[in-house]
């Protein structure tokens, strides 16, 4: 029989109101990334009025751009987000259920498509309002952390997203059938509590390194030292927890319990792994890239 930390009684509702026969709540969840976009824009905001942290003494973005580029950021993460999760988690049930897509209180939201969709709002903005794409690219990575280690521990509140099954003092009993659904496991089943990890380590853990690196130890001098931070930094951190997550239902089989998306004689990666690993060189090449053109890189 497993041991583990009782699981704690909160609510994934913060409330919730009946008008006219409807029922309406606001969930943790949607104020965990309300909350951690406005204060990941205030970060920024903070970064760019201060001239001194660019190259030159000159913000790539003004305020004023930065707050238009948010609406821009908000579409491409909802947008991004929710397509990722229809092509890479579950194409052929939405194929089959095309009405569906759009049903996002339902969940299903991708990080690897919202990263996408982000990427794509900064390349459009930044060439319609003439923005250097480095310093744009730059600002959002300073933003990016307070949204990703509010919204896991959103996760972990809504008790989904969790870990695999452990012994480990800290594993958690999360409720549910699917969460209890453990091979093997007679008694309570106790899980890695993988949303606190990915919280500490691509929220926090990266989010202090970035805001050090603006702030204080002049990475926005070098155009593309942030992102290629981030995206190596948030790569490595979700490669390994992969190792402890559970992975989506759907990869599962008798065949393949520890649910690889590729594999070959059971050796091979998860699908989070196989979208996180391009994430890990092009950071590493966007590192080197702007550690060796210097300060004045352009």
Not at 138 to 156: Q, S, V
Request: hydrophobic fraction near 50%; aromatic fraction near 12%.
């Amino acid at each position: 029989m497993q041991t583990g930390l009782a699981f704690p009684n909160i609510s994934p509702e913060v409330f919730s109101i009946s008008l006219f026969g409807f029922d309406f709540a606001l969930r943790w969840y949607a104020l965990a990334y309300i909350a951690g976009i406005v204060i990941g824009w205030r970060i920024a905001v903070a970064a760019v009025r201060r001239a001194r942290l660019w190259h030159d003494d000159s913000p790539a973005i003004t305020p004023d751009q930065l707050e238009n580029l948010l609406t821009w950021i908000i579409v491409g993460i909802i947008g991004g987000g929710r397509l990722g999760y229809v092509l890479f988690y579950r194409p052929a049930y939405y194929f089959a259920n095309p009405l569906e897509i759009p049903i996002l209180w339902e969940g299903g939201m991708s990080f690897h498509g919202g990263f996408i969709g982000v990427v794509l709002a900064i390349l459009i903005f930044a060439r319609r309002q003439n923005i250097p794409l480095g310093g744009a690219a730059d600002t959002i990575a300073l933003a990016a952390t307070p949204a990703i280690l509010l919204g896991r521990l959103a996760n972990f509140v809504n008790a989904e997203l969790w870990g695999r099954p452990t012994t480990l003092p800290w594993g958690v009993i999360f409720p549910g059938e699917a969460a209890q659904m453990c091979p093997g496991v007679t008694g309570l089943c106790a899980r890695h509590p993988s949303q606190l990890y990915e919280a500490g380590l691509e929220g926090l853990l990266l989010g202090g390194i970035l805001i050090l690196m603006a702030f204080r130890w002049g990475g926005l001098k070098r155009p593309w030292l942030l992102s290629g931070t981030f995206f190596a930094g948030y790569g490595l951190a979700r490669f390994l927890i992969e190792f402890v997550r559970q992975p989506d239902a759907q990869f599962i089989t008798p065949g393949n319990p520890l649910g690889l998306a590729f594999h070959i004689d059971g050796w091979g990666l998860t699908m989070g792994q196989t979208l996180t690993l391009p994430m890990i060189i092009v950071g590493l090449l966007v590192i080197w890239h702007a550690s060796r053109k210097g300060p004045r890189a352009t």
